[in-house]
């Protein structure tokens, strides 16, 4: 619950410390402190969009009915439809937070692993990082 409360205030879900976004609606790469990676693939930015129409569509329909049944729909159109974008602008942020919890629990917001890093070696092909371990040969399928 620390965790979803953190995220809720624009904080690393995974330590509370480090900042969520970098600007105002824009999602850091990284947590300063723990250094979690929080948005790691394209498409992330759909789920708190589909939850922000989500709840605007809900205010909407909730408004529309709640007029149809006072018999005043006509009367507050406009009304219903500012109603909704502003929920929908009020709510997306909020969804942007709880779809990065969500992603951090479920395992998919964390720490990039270390990168192998290419080191010259003097007897044959650069290694990937990996100590002395010599390259591996395909192995030779006509001896069989």
């Known amino acids: 619950m620390e965790h979803l409360l953190w995220a809720m205030t624009r904080r690393c879900p995974n330590c509370g410390e480090g900042p969520l976004y970098s600007g105002l609606n824009t999602v850091a790469e990284t947590c300063s402190a723990c250094h ?12 708190p969009v589909v ?14 009915a709640w007029f149809q049944w006072r018999g005043t729909l006509l009367e507050h159109d ?7 974008m502003l929920a ?7 969804c942007k937070n709880l779809s990065l919890f ?8 964390f720490v990039d692993p270390p990168t192998l890093v290419e080191t010259p070696r003097e007897d044959g092909p650069p ?15 006509a001896s069989r």
Do not use: C, K
């Open 51 to 64: 939850m922000g129409y989500g709840s605007s569509a809900l205010v909407g329909f909730g408004l529309i």
């Open 88 to 94: 929908g602008l009020i709510m997306y942020p909020l």
């Open 36 to 47: 979690v990676r929080f948005e790691r693939w394209a498409g992330n930015w759909t789920i």
């Open 102 to 109: 969500m992603l951090w629990r479920n395992g998919f917001v």
């Open 127 to 141: 290694s990937l990082g990996r100590g002395d371990i010599p390259p591996q040969r395909p192995p030779d399928h």
């Open 78 to 84: 406009t009304f219903i439809m500012v109603a909704a």
